[in-house]
T-cell receptor, first 110, second 117 residues
Framework: GDSVTQMEGPVTLSEEAFLTINCTYT??????LFWYVQYPGEGLQLLLK?????DKGSNKGFEATYRKETTSFHLEKGSVQVSDSAVYFC?????????FGSGTKLNVKP | GAVVSQHPSWVICKSGTSVKIECRSL??????MFWYRQFPKQSLMLMAT?????????EQGVEKDKFLINHASLTLSTLTVTSAHPEDSSFYIC?????????????FGPGTRLLVL
């Protein structure tokens, strides 16, 4: 069945460091891919998405490119801030169902 | 952005009792809502799809008689955990789909933590 695998955390970085959170997926057909972010005490929020191969989603300095050849959708940010500390979830949508990765906690230290 | 609320945010109950969790879309109508369950350090697991005006669609392995879902209106879906047991303790999250033309966006509630003693 469809599934999403993302790197385990926590990931701890200093402010202004480069961030990569790896995400790979298994799916039939042509899924849409998403990154969601969950700040402490809040619900999941959509961070970015890509609906077809080679699309790049971007928001708030974060980027992810839909790579069908490697079935990946890695999240990147060139310079993280303390306010980026949160849990990040990679997800796919296929046939109107969502599948989530286990989440990666990011801690950014000043 | 759109807001989805859940009530209560946390609940503690005795084994054998039933617990109802509400999910509301506050500023949009949602014909489709989802219910998820999340265990510590694990991903969200889809439990069921709640459709306004019709029966919910449950995922394989989810007991429909255990987890009763009612989507009574375009802004409210409820999940009732019947005869709760300690193994039902978990974090329950709902989401609602907002449709604008061909665009669909999923908005999540903040979750409800259930502890069954």
């Amino acid at each position: 069945g469809d599934s999403v695998t993302q790197m385990e955390g926590p990931v701890t970085l200093s402010e202004e460091a480069f961030l990569t959170i790896n995400c790979t997926y298994t799916a039939t057909g042509y899924p849409s891919l998403f990154w969601y972010v969950q700040y402490p005490g809040e619900g999941l929020q959509l961070l970015l998405k890509a609906t077809k191969a080679d699309d790049k989603g971007s928001n708030k300095g974060f980027e992810a490119t839909y790579r069908k050849e490697t079935t990946s959708f890695h999240l990147e940010k060139g310079s993280v801030q303390v306010s980026d500390s949160a849990v990040y979830f990679c997800a796919l949508r296929n046939f109107n169902k969502f599948y989530f990765g286990s989440g990666t906690k990011l801690n950014v230290k000043p | 952005g759109a807001v989805v609320s859940q009530h209560p945010s946390w609940v503690i109950c005795k084994s054998g009792t039933s617990v109802k969790i509400e999910c509301r879309s506050l500023d949009f109508q949602a014909t489709t809502m989802f219910w998820y369950r999340q265990f510590p350090k694990q991903s969200l697991m889809l439990m069921a799809t709640s459709n306004e005006g019709s029966k919910a669609t449950y995922e394989q392995g989810v007991e429909k008689d255990k987890f009763l879902i009612n989507h009574a209106s375009l802004t409210l879906s409820t999940l009732t955990v019947t005869s709760a047991h300690p193994e039902d303790s978990s974090f329950y999250i709902c989401s609602a789909i907002m449709r604008e033309g061909v665009q669909e966006t999923q908005y999540f509630g903040p979750g409800t933590r259930l502890l069954v003693l």
